[in-house]
C-alpha cells in the first residue's frame, strides 16, 4: 500500500515537473531551434535574380567563405575577441581580486552597484559617449591642448574599437570572477603565505585554480558577445574594418544574399559552440553557481 502511493507521487512528481517544463521547451523549440534549422537549410541555398532564396543542397556559400576576402573578418573578429577576452580577464581579475578581499563592505556593495548600472542603460548610449570623448574636439582632446600636446587620431580606429569593447564588457568578465573569489576560503591563502610562499605565488599556485571555474565563466561571458558584435566595430571603427557582425548585417540587410549570410552565421554558430563545449568540459561550474 505504502509503495503504491509511494509511486502515485512520484508519477504525479514528474508529471508535474513536465508541465512545468513544458512552456519552456516549446519557446526554445519555437524561437531558437527552429530559427537555427532554418538558417542552416538556407546556408547551403542560393540566390536568384531578385534576392530570393533558392533553395538546394551546395556547399557554395561556404567555399565562397573560405576562399574569398570574407576569411579575414573571421580571423579579425577572432583576434578582437581574444585581446579583449584577455583585456578584460587582466583588469577584471585584479579589480574582482581587491574588491573581494580588500574593500570594505559598505564600499563594496557600491561599487558593486557602479559596476552593475552601466548594464541599465543602453549600449548605443555608451559607445556614443566615447565617440564624444575621442573624436578630435571631444574632452579628451581638449585636455591633450590644456598640455600643450596634440592628441593622436584615435576615433575610428582599432584601438577605440578594442577600448568600447573592453568598456562594455568588462562588468561581464568582473562579476563571476568577483563570485569566484568571494567563495574562496581566506585561511587557504593565509596557510600558503604562512608556509613561505610569496603574494605572486600565492595568487597563481592557489588562488586561480580556485578561481578557474569563473575565469572560464567570465571569459565565456566576454568572448562570445564580442565575436559577434557588430554596433561598436561600426560606431568606433567608422566602417573602416571588418568583422564577423559586419558582414553578417551587410548580407543580411544591405546586399540581401540570405543564403550567404546564413553560411557565415553558421560558421559563427559553429565557433561559439566550440567555446561553450570547451566550457562545459573543463569549467568546475560548482565553483561559480
Same mark, same amino acid.
Given at each position: 500500500?505504502?509503495?503504491?502511493?509511494?509511486?502515485?507521487?512520484?508519477?504525479?512528481?514528474?508529471?508535474?515537473?513536465?508541465?512545468?517544463?513544458?512552456?519552456?521547451?516549446?519557446?526554445?523549440?519555437?524561437?531558437?531551434?527552429?530559427?537555427?534549422?532554418?538558417?542552416?537549410?538556407?546556408?547551403?541555398?542560393?540566390?536568384?535574380?531578385?534576392?530570393?532564396?533558392?533553395?538546394?543542397?551546395?556547399?557554395?556559400?561556404?567555399?565562397?567563405?573560405?576562399?574569398?576576402?570574407?576569411?579575414?573578418?573571421?580571423?579579425?573578429?577572432?583576434?578582437?575577441?581574444?585581446?579583449?577576452?584577455?583585456?578584460?580577464?587582466?583588469?577584471?581579475?585584479?579589480?574582482?581580486?581587491? /574588491?573581494? &578581499?580588500?574593500?570594505?563592505?559598505?564600499?563594496?556593495? %557600491?561599487? #558593486? =552597484?557602479?559596476?552593475? !548600472?552601466? $548594464?541599465?542603460? +543602453?549600449?548605443?548610449?555608451?559607445?556614443?559617449?566615447?565617440?564624444?570623448?575621442?573624436?578630435?574636439?571631444?574632452?579628451?582632446?581638449?585636455?591633450?591642448?590644456?598640455?600643450?600636446?596634440?592628441?593622436?587620431?584615435?576615433?575610428?580606429?582599432?584601438?577605440?574599437?578594442?577600448?568600447?569593447?573592453?568598456?562594455?564588457?568588462?562588468?561581464?568578465?568582473? /562579476?563571476? &570572477?568577483?563570485?569566484?573569489?568571494?567563495?574562496?576560503? %581566506?585561511? #587557504? =591563502?593565509?596557510?600558503? !603565505?604562512? $608556509?613561505?610562499? +610569496?603574494?605572486?605565488?600565492?595568487?597563481?599556485?592557489?588562488?586561480?585554480?580556485?578561481?578557474?571555474?569563473?575565469?572560464?565563466?567570465?571569459?565565456?561571458?566576454?568572448?562570445?558577445?564580442?565575436?559577434?558584435?557588430?554596433?561598436?566595430?561600426?560606431?568606433?571603427?567608422?566602417?573602416?574594418?571588418?568583422?564577423?557582425?559586419?558582414?553578417?548585417?551587410?548580407?543580411? &540587410?544591405?546586399?540581401?544574399?540570405?543564403?550567404?549570410?546564413?553560411?557565415?552565421?553558421?560558421?559563427?554558430?559553429?565557433?561559439?559552440?566550440?567555446?561553450?563545449?570547451?566550457?562545459?568540459?573543463?569549467?568546475?561550474?560548482?565553483?561559480?553557481?
Amino acid at each position: 500500500m505504502n509503495s503504491s502511493n509511494t509511486s502515485k507521487r512520484v508519477s504525479f512528481g514528474l508529471d508535474a515537473r513536465a508541465w512545468l517544463l513544458a512552456p519552456a521547451c516549446v519557446w526554445l523549440s519555437l524561437f531558437v531551434l527552429v530559427p537555427l534549422v532554418i538558417l542552416l537549410v538556407y546556408s547551403f541555398g542560393g540566390r536568384d535574380d531578385l534576392g530570393r532564396v533558392t533553395f538546394g543542397f551546395s556547399f557554395d556559400n561556404y567555399l565562397r567563405f573560405v576562399n574569398g576576402p570574407y576569411l579575414s573578418a573571421l580571423l579579425r573578429s577572432i583576434a578582437l575577441s581574444t585581446v579583449t577576452t584577455v583585456s578584460t580577464l587582466v583588469v577584471g581579475y585584479v579589480f574582482a581580486l581587491w /574588491l573581494a &578581499l580588500f574593500s570594505k563592505p559598505t564600499f563594496r556593495n %557600491i561599487l #558593486l =552597484l557602479l559596476i552593475v !548600472l552601466p $548594464l541599465w542603460t +543602453s549600449s548605443l548610449l555608451r559607445i556614443y559617449a566615447w565617440i564624444t570623448i575621442l573624436r578630435p574636439t571631444g574632452i579628451l582632446a581638449h585636455m591633450f591642448a590644456a598640455g600643450g600636446w596634440q592628441m593622436p587620431p584615435l576615433l575610428y580606429t582599432p584601438f577605440a574599437v578594442w577600448l568600447g569593447m573592453v568598456y562594455n564588457y568588462l562588468p561581464y568578465m568582473i /562579476l563571476p &570572477l568577483y563570485t569566484a573569489i568571494e567563495k574562496v576560503d %581566506i585561511k #587557504l =591563502l593565509e596557510a600558503s !603565505l604562512d $608556509l613561505g610562499a +610569496s603574494p605572486l605565488r600565492t595568487l597563481f599556485k592557489v588562488l586561480i585554480p580556485l578561481t578557474s571555474g569563473g575565469i572560464i565563466a567570465g571569459s565565456l561571458m566576454v568572448f562570445i558577445p564580442s565575436l559577434g558584435d557588430y554596433v561598436t566595430p561600426d560606431l568606433l571603427g567608422g566602417g573602416k574594418y571588418m568583422y564577423m557582425g559586419n558582414l553578417i548585417q551587410n548580407q543580411f &540587410l544591405v546586399v540581401r544574399d540570405w543564403a550567404f549570410g546564413s553560411a557565415v552565421s553558421t560558421v559563427l554558430i559553429i565557433i561559439v559552440s566550440g567555446a561553450v563545449w570547451v566550457y562545459m568540459k573543463y569549467a568546475d561550474t560548482s565553483e561559480i553557481a
